[in-house]
């Protein structure tokens, strides 16, 4: 069996597990408020588990052939015209060209598209003092494990992020209507780096109500 892709963790150090089974499905744990960077080719699937059901996921994929062409919630939203994809939408790069496209998802479906990436500054305004982990920099730490630099920190798809509307534009911050072992699943439709981040946002009920940040599994095929 051939490797599905390049696989690289963040953190070297950090407790974490590569399997492949019979199929050749590469198995990899996104370690809790960590980030995690694959290639992986065009035409092959990878699903995000939520092997908890409480965590989200912040994801991001580049061109992995050009870091300036990314994954675009704005773009996206244009294309499929609704706030959550499903079955079958594509997501858009920043030069409109489908770079995943959702072909499973046994969650209820409630992804978020609207939400930046968490930051220093948002813990800041919230209150932290002191460093926390964030998913901007563990974006910033997966893609440099592959020596790629993002070219700005994109808006990401917060997989299983619950962030309901209202009719009158008003949001909530929720907890994920997940089940553990709920999962969505991609095909690439180009050579790309994917990066996901297990969420550290503790201080918000985004990823339940205990506040415990979780692990997550990606599986490539
Ligand atoms: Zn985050």
């Avoid at 870091?67 to 030069?95: I, Q, W």
């Avoid at 800041?124 to 790629?148: I, K, P, S, W």
């Amino acid at each position: 069996m051939t490797a599905a892709a390049t696989l690289i963790q963040i953190n070297a150090g950090q407790a974490w597990q590569k399997e492949q089974d019979h199929m050749g499905a590469t198995k990899l744990t996104i370690p809790a408020r960590k980030g995690l960077a694959v290639r992986i080719e065009a035409g092959r699937t990878f699903s995000i588990v939520n092997t908890h059901g409480t965590q989200v996921v912040d994801s991001w994929a580049f061109n992995g052939a050009d870091m300036a062409e990314f994954m675009s919630m704005e773009h996206s939203r244009a294309g499929f015209r609704r706030l959550c994809s499903r079955v079958g939408d594509s997501y858009l790069t920043n030069k409109r060209r489908p770079i995943v496209t959702v072909i499973d998802d046994t969650s209820p479906g409630r992804h978020d598209t609207l939400i930046a990436a968490c930051d220093v500054y948002r813990y800041q305004a919230l209150g932290h003092v002191g460093h926390h982990d964030n998913c901007t920099e563990n974006l910033r730490d997966a893609l440099a494990m592959l020596g790629l630099v993002p070219p700005e920190t994109p808006a990401p798809l917060n997989l299983f992020m619950n962030i309901p509307w209202e009719p009158n534009g008003d949001l909530f911050w929720n907890e994920p209507m997940t089940m553990p072992g709920d999962a969505i699943t991609f095909r690439a439709e180009m050579d790309l780096v994917a990066v996901f981040s297990t969420c550290p946002m503790d201080l918000l009920p985004i990823n339940g109500k205990d506040g415990v940040i979780r692990d997550a599994e990606i599986v490539v095929n």
